[in-house]
């Protein structure tokens, strides 16, 4: 049974059965303690919740699920996918226990013809919850399983929640026996390869605090109703039914690994660790797929850190099967094939994801390149110093640095005969580790407690007038201070206000709160941010500047009409660079996150290298034209799948409700979903400037501008300096330019020139530096400083000393003295080395004592030094060195 089929099966059975099919959910939520969605369940939590009321009381869907915890099993045993699909049914506060084993057990064993799985019932276990005697009797009584069927387990296996704090409850997990050919007899407990769990039903019915692994957190409480989520593992159940051995050879996956087989020239099935690469690389590209597609790029920690990960894994596993050219794009063409039919917006998407993921593998190419050398000068460093093993250290640089993965590290120094000091490797990840960790527990700490807001969320959604005017009137519903409930504040207090309605604009889609002030008579509260939770309540921060705000008060609620005014121009700004950058670099450009404040603009999307100059002049005389186009600003709400039709760009990693907001800006010049409030006319965004363009990470650039009077003011700015610059230098402002060009090219002959008249002079002291010699012993010796000769005019200088002094024994030592740096230069001639004096020795000798090193012939030698301040020194250490060598007997 095909994959797709399997999934089809398994909607028909629920909707049959009183369920709402809901679409799964993007894999990316607007959660920051939850990188990926890692089941079906994750969309329904303010549901399980009590958070939000159901508007169905059963629903069922297929989810994509990204879990990377079991990386390094991934290829090695028969189940562990990176991305994967989970099938699920969800009651909240419907069914419960006995009707989700009824089921589950009837789609799993019911025939084939029947619309059913056609799994053997006598090979089907199940595992339980210790206690959970009221499940073990629905097993027997409904499946009629026998008692040794069913196994208990404890809370690290059989109690499920999502990691974090949230819902959870006792499991049911469902076990399919592959046979004794697979491994030993006694049921799952006893061997995980043989039974494989395909299906777990979660009896949710608590909420659990924070915590780690999968026991060890508190339980903070009952649910408000008993609920049921139950995933069942489309990829499992694939490949059971269709007669592969592991979740890598079913009809999505294998397709790839025959792509890889293409690129590599292995064949699969050959040999196992080759088997494993190929599986690593079809599991990996089929997630990376996915998270790109869902808007996620690489870089270097979070979710864009998993990602760099999978795509880095498959360069190498690709490169070990013997891959000598780039294979990423065509990988990722085979996962699209496979994967488009069931998310068709891979097929739409396609030029942008192969984009990304090739540009990854383009660079870490060049890492892999300089990552290399590296190792092997560290490699020749241990070799040279008659050892054996790498440093830990060395192994952390090259995993930090260049993102080298410790097991190449290790691979290409048993290659070089090498161990690695694994120990010192791990200590210092370990380290790294826990600095990321206490950085990620600060963040989550900043975050608001939520459960002081939870029943206004469902009972009180606020009601945002803001679209239509800037001053309402409202009721207090709440009042907190510090984060409880308080029944009034006084002048002073730093408040969070809770109010039926509110024409304050809360901060999303990039576009910063709105300012404003909740008055009454006798009282005022100056509102600094507002914020919203559940994306349904507006929770209103701020100070009470006088009087007092109570539970129920009715007050006036104003925005900053200007603060407000400079948003939009920001938020319209937006979307028109947006649609400009659009227009000149092609549909790939997508918006990957933005910031719209009063006066000014940040727009980060998708491309793959910096943008030209001309580009950059295109896109700002695009935007500019548009603005001065004066197009009406129209918004207006329809249902998703006609404004995707319109052609509006909707943002990845949104789940978008039936109703969307679309924000049109001259017909299809810009058309986005969008929830923002913006001007109503193009002109109103007034002249926009782009600051310039940057890289924010690998396949993300990011355009910076200023619009309204803020771009007016960096312009006049700019202009300002010009002036200035024109009157310094005494010519019209035009020819700035120009005149510049000249200075400069001025500037360098002179500086040349100047040069040369410098090592003019110092040549011609040659003369004088002879005169200066001193008779050590039968030596004569030149030892003197030269300030402002460069390194090799020194040379032809020593040497043209030692000519002039003849044949007698001679010495020539002169030091340089120029921008902090000493150089020197020691020339020997015939009779001074004959009386013991070797160059290359006395540089060696006194390098040190002007901070450098040095070294070269007996008859030349040469160096430099960095402490200018130690000639004098230096050339009393020459004197006294001839005087020992030179002394006669
Ligand atoms: N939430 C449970 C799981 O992921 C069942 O859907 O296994």
Redesign the pocket.
């Known amino acids: 049974m095909q994959t797709h089929e399997i999934c089809r099966r398994f909607l028909a059975y629920f909707e049959q059965r009183g369920h709402t099919p809901v679409p799964g959910a993007s894999l990316v939520m607007d959660d920051p303690n939850l990188l990926f969605i890692?089941?079906?369940?994750?969309q329904f939590v303010p549901y399980f919740l009590g958070q939000r009321t159901p508007p169905y009381s059963r629903a069922t869907s297929i989810q994509k699920?990204v879990r990377t915890g079991d990386i390094e099993n991934v290829g090695i045993t028969t189940r562990h996918n990176t991305f994967f699909q989970?099938a699920?049914n969800?009651s909240f506060g419907d069914y419960f226990k006995r009707e989700a084993i009824d089921f589950a057990w009837h789609l799993l064993t019911g025939s084939v013809d029947d619309g059913g799985f056609g799994f053997d019932p006598e090979r089907i276990w199940v595992t339980v919850y210790l206690d959970d005697d009221e499940a073990i009797g629905y097993w027997k009584e409904v499946a009629g399983l026998p008692d040794e069927r069913i196994q208990r387990r404890d809370m690290e296996d059989n109690y499920?929640s999502?990691g974090i704090p949230g819902p959870c409850g006792p499991?049911s997990?469902i076990y399919f026996d592959r046979g004794p050919e697979y491994g030993r007899e006694g049921g799952p407990i006893a061997d995980e390869d043989r039974y494989i769990e395909i299906?777990?039903?979660?009896f949710?019915q608590n909420e659990r605090g924070e915590g780690t692994g999968k026991a060890d957190f508190p339980i903070i409480g009952p649910l408000p109703h008993k609920n049921i989520?139950?995933?069942?593992?489309v990829e499992r159940v694939a490949f059971l039914l269709q007669g592969v051995d592991n979740v890598y050879e079913t009809d999505l996956v294998r397709p790839v690994i025959e792509t890889a087989e293409q690129l590599t020239g292995r064949r699969y099935g050959v040999n196992h660790e080759d088997d494993v690469r190929f599986r690593v690389i079809a599991d990996h590209a089929r997630t990376a797929v996915m998270l790109i597609a869902d808007g996620v790029t690489p870089g270097n920690d979070g979710r864009g850190y998993v990602l760099r990960r999978l795509l880095r894994r498959i360069v190498r596993s690709a490169r070990l099967l013997g891959a000598q050219q780039p294979t990423m794009g065509a990988l990722v063409e085979t996962v699209i094939g496979t994967m488009a039919p069931s998310y068709p917006e891979l097929e739409t998407d396609r030029a942008r994801i192969i984009d990304v993921a090739v540009a990854e593998e383009t660079a870490f190419s060049v890492t892999l390149a300089s990552g290399s050398k590296l190792f092997e000068s560290a490699a020749a460093d241990v070799l040279a110093a008659g050892k054996k093993t790498l440093g830990g250290d060395r192994a952390f640089e090259l995993h930090d640095t260049y993102g080298f993965p410790i097991d190449l590290t290790l691979e290409m120094a048993d290659e070089a005969g090498l161990t690695v000091d694994e120990a010192g490797f791990r200590t210092l990840m370990a380290e790294q580790r826990a600095r990321a960790k206490a950085d990620a527990q600060a963040r989550k700490h900043a975050h608001t407690d939520l459960s002081a807001y939870k029943e206004m969320v469902d009972e009180h959604p606020t009601l945002f007038t803001g679209f239509e005017e800037l001053e309402t009137e409202a009721t207090v519903l709440a009042v907190l201070s510090n984060g409880v409930r308080v029944p009034v504040a006084n002048a002073g207090d730093a408040v969070e206000v809770i109010l039926d309605r509110s024409p304050l604009y809360a901060e999303s889609g990039g576009q910063v709160a709105d300012i404003g002030t909740i008055t009454a008579s006798g009282t005022s509260v100056t509102v600094s941010d507002v914020q919203k939770i559940a994306k349904v309540l507006w929770v209103h921060r701020g100070t009470v500047d006088s009087g007092t705000l109570a539970e129920g008060d009715t007050v006036l609620v104003r925005v900053d009409p200007q603060w407000r005014n400079g948003a939009e121009q920001g938020h319209s700004g937006t979307h028109l660079v947006h649609a400009a950058l659009r227009q000149i670099l092609g549909p790939g450009a997508v918006q990957a996150g933005s910031l719209n404040r009063p006066g000014y603009l940040r727009f980060d999307f998708s491309y793959h290298g910096p943008l030209s100059d001309s580009q950059k002049t295109d896109i700002e005389a695009v935007t500019n034209e548009a603005m001065v186009a004066d197009f009406p600003v129209n918004t207006f709400e329809t249902d998703l799948d006609s404004a995707k039709a319109m052609g509006a760009m909707a943002l990845f990693g949104e789940n978008y409700g039936d109703r969307v907001r679309v924000v049109e800006i001259g017909g299809p010049f810009s058309m986005e979903l969008c929830g923002g409030t913006h001007v109503g006319h193009s002109s109103q965004v007034g002249p926009v400037t782009l600051l310039g363009e940057s890289s924010v990470a690998s396949g993300v650039r990011r355009v910076e501008a200023y619009v309204g009077l803020d771009s007016y003011k960096h312009l006049a700015k700019e202009r300002a300096l010009l002036a200035g610059l024109a009157s310094s230098l005494k010519v019209p402002t035009d020819q700035v330019p120009g005149r510049v060009e000249q200075l400069v090219e001025r500037l360098k002959v002179a500086e040349r020139a100047l040069e040369e008249s410098r090592a003019r002079a110092a040549l011609e002291s040659a003369g004088t530096l002879v005169t200066g010699a001193r008779e050590v012993g039968p030596i004569s010796v030149v030892a003197q400083e030269v300030p402002g000769v460069a390194a090799g005019d020194l040379r032809t200088l020593a040497l043209d000393v030692r000519t002039r002094l003849g044949s007698r024994p001679a010495v020539v030592a002169l030091f340089g003295n120029a921008d902090g740096k000493a150089p020197f230069v020691v020339a020997v001639n015939d009779g001074g080395r004959d009386a013991g004096v070797q160059a290359g020795a006395l540089v060696k000798e006194v390098a040190p004592v002007v901070g450098g090193r040095g070294g070269g012939k007996p008859d030349l030698a040469q160096g430099a030094g960095s402490d200018p301040s130690g000639i004098a020194a230096a050339i009393d250490a020459v004197i006294d060195a001839v005087g020992r060598v030179g002394v006669p007997g």
């Open positions: 890692n089941a079906g369940m994750v699920c989970m699920g969800f499920w999502m499991s997990e299906w777990n039903l979660v949710m989520d139950t995933g069942l593992g």
